[in-house]
């Protein structure tokens, strides 16, 4: 923009301008020595003013050096009388660009023998070079510039300085003295007076364009700050945490890995109550266990252990006969009771054909006998519980359920002369029954027995290796004696020494293979197989009738026809269904009596 100034050839501002021509005003003023100059700590350093105006003294200039050297300041001189014209003749300084110039970086005090090299005036005051000056003028750079435009004058007043952004809201700092961009400042009138500087923001006070960006600012003066410990505490702080944090789990880990570095003590839930419901198992198991007791026999080369209960409190104890046939007539029965307390026994009865037997304890006081419930109530699924000593485990208690009513089975028959064969209507459970349970109570929900526990099933019955029977333990297949028939037999044995058997008069065929029990042709050593006046010649049963329903029950075999007899008592009235030359008839008897062995 050409605006407000002359036009017409302009110097480069990179080429050296020519050599002006000498001004008298200027020179005039240079040479001015006035005696009652002062010193004052103006402009610059070095400056002196002579009456209303300043000037920068005249610094010698090497002719080889790129920037003038500084010169003592000339002795101040009074101010001549033709001032005022050169003040007229020369351009008044546009003092609104002047203050918005940045103070210089680095202020000074007066006398201190810094000069700035854009303080000194690079040629003599009249214009002359310095090699034509007699009073040690300095040759100039360039041709004076009225309107001192940049880099070798101030600004003009046509260009103001344009905005700049400042950090913080402060004045950024200008270029260092000496640059070749460093506008120095403009030359005042002869008359005027220096414009003030521009008030300085304390963070520009000392600021130095060349060093770290964040340094810390400090106001002119102030000795520097302390750094602050804050930060290394923090550090520290942190260090010591994360320090602590890996110990920490380091030691939790090793405790979790063994177990602590103090003694092991496991969590457990504190004492309660020990009672139980009545009807729980624990219930009847604590009711009952006090009257089971377990017997030890011995006699004739033979052993062997069961279970039995206690009757009455004369010391009556029933259990199968199978448990103390090993003892014979003379052998030892011992009796232990489930305190753990042990007492002789002697035998009062035995019936093989009911697999039923009881003896007798003398000199124990204290005995609790077990309350006998009714097996005709009994229902299958009604929940049991067996109690005895499997493999010699006395006080062993097992659960479970009715699985059937009026099972037939037979059991023992080891003599071989069927003396020994026990015929039951059994109870079925699947509460589990091993060798020692035998003799043993099956109890019902209110501790009350309803069996004899007598036989079981076993899924392997073939010998072991040396010879001997083989057994296996239970597969929930388990018989008892339904105590109906139990109490029965166990009065009997108590009052008489023997059991009796209900009969209906007749020898079966034991080898017959149809369905039904067949009455034989011939009974036993050539007899007749309907014995005269007996129960069943009275109903009119004859030699080879086959029978199949007792009181309406159906009836396959031989065995089953004497299980269902001996179910009832001698003297109950029977109905039984046969089939006489293929036509079924009905005959009503009364059951008759035999003395069992």
């Known amino acids: 923009m050409e605006n407000g100034k002359p036009t017409g050839p302009k110097p480069k501002w990179w080429s050296r301008p020519a050599r002006p021509e000498p001004s008298s005003v200027t020179d005039a003023v ?42 003592p300041a000339p002795a101040p001189t009074p101010a001549p009388a033709s001032v005022p014209d050169a003040q007229s003749q020369a351009p008044e ?53 009225e309107y001192r435009t940049p880099p070798y004058g101030g600004p003009g007043p046509w260009a103001p300085a344009p905005p700049v952004q400042r950090p913080g809201g402060g004045t950024p700092p200008p270029y260092p003295s000496g640059s070749e961009y460093a506008a120095p400042a403009p030359a005042p009138g002869p008359l005027a007076a220096p414009p003030a500087p521009a008030p300085v923001p304390v963070q520009w006070s000392q600021y130095d364009p060349w060093s770290s960006p964040g340094a810390a600012l400090t106001q002119a003066g102030e000795p520097p700050r302390k750094k602050t410990r804050r930060g290394m505490a923090f550090v520290g702080a942190l260090l010591f945490a994360l320090l602590a944090g890996v110990l920490g789990g380091g030691v939790g880990a090793y405790l979790e890995r063994n177990g602590g570095i103090s003694t092991v003590e496991l969590p457990q839930s504190g004492a309660e109550d020990s009672g139980r419901a009545p009807d729980s198992i624990a219930g009847i198991a604590a009711s009952a266990l006090p009257s089971v007791v377990t017997l030890h026999v011995s006699g004739s080369g033979e052993q062997g252990t069961g279970t039995g209960f206690v009757l009455d409190a004369q010391g009556h104890i029933l259990t199968n006969n199978h448990v103390v ?53 009994v ?43 026990s015929y039951v209507d059994a109870l079925q459970t699947d509460a589990p029954i091993n060798p020692g349970n035998s003799g043993g109570p099956l109890v019902d929900s209110k501790a009350r027995v309803i069996g004899i526990n007598s036989a079981i099933r076993a899924a392997d019955s073939a010998p072991g290796p040396d010879g001997s029977a083989g057994q296996s333990g239970s597969i929930g ?114 059951l008759g009596s035999s003395t069992g062995t």
């Open 93 to 145: 300084p546009d003092t609104s660009v002047a203050e918005q110039q940045p103070p210089h970086p680095h202020p000074q005090s007066a006398g201190d023998g810094w000069t700035d090299p854009a303080d000194v005036v690079p040629h003599g005051h009249d214009g002359l070079p310095a090699g034509d000056r007699t009073d040690g003028g300095v040759r100039p750079l360039h041709e004076p510039d």
């Open 379 to 421: 229902r299958v699924g009604d929940p049991v519980v067996a109690i005895g000593a499997p493999f010699d485990l006395q006080n062993t208690v097992t659960a479970g359920i009715i699985s059937a009513k009026e099972r037939p089975i037979t059991a023992g028959g080891e003599k071989g002369d069927g003396s020994d064969v």
């Open 325 to 377: 046939d090993p003892a014979g007539s003379s052998g030892d029965i011992s009796v232990t009771f489930s305190g753990g307390e042990t007492a002789r026994a002697t035998l009062v009865g035995k019936d093989s054909g009911y697999d039923l037997a009881v003896v007798k304890v003398t000199g124990v006081s204290g005995l609790r006998p077990l309350p006998l419930g009714n097996s005709d109530n």
């Open 30 to 71: 240079a040479t001015a020595d006035t005696p009652d100059a002062v010193h004052d700590a103006g402009p610059g350093p070095d400056t002196v003013r002579h009456g209303a105006q300043v000037v920068a003294p005249a610094v010698p200039v090497d002719d080889q050096a790129e920037y003038p050297l500084a010169a």
């Open 477 to 590: 297949l388990g018989f008892a004696i339904p105590i109906n028939q139990g109490k029965r037999v166990a009065e009997e044995l108590i009052n008489t020494g023997k059991a009796t058997h209900p009969v209906i008069g007749v020898s079966l065929d034991m080898q017959y293979s149809g369905d039904g029990a067949r009455v034989g042709e011939k009974g036993k050593d050539g007899a007749a197989s309907v014995t005269a006046g007996g129960p069943a010649a009275k109903a009119g049963v004859r030699p080879g009738d086959v029978i199949t329903k007792v009181d309406g029950q159906r009836v396959h075999s031989g065995e089953e026809l004497i299980v269902k007899i001996r179910a009832h008592r001698p003297g109950d009235r029977l109905e039984l269904t046969i089939t006489r030359n293929g036509k079924e008839q009905t005959k009503t008897l009364t």
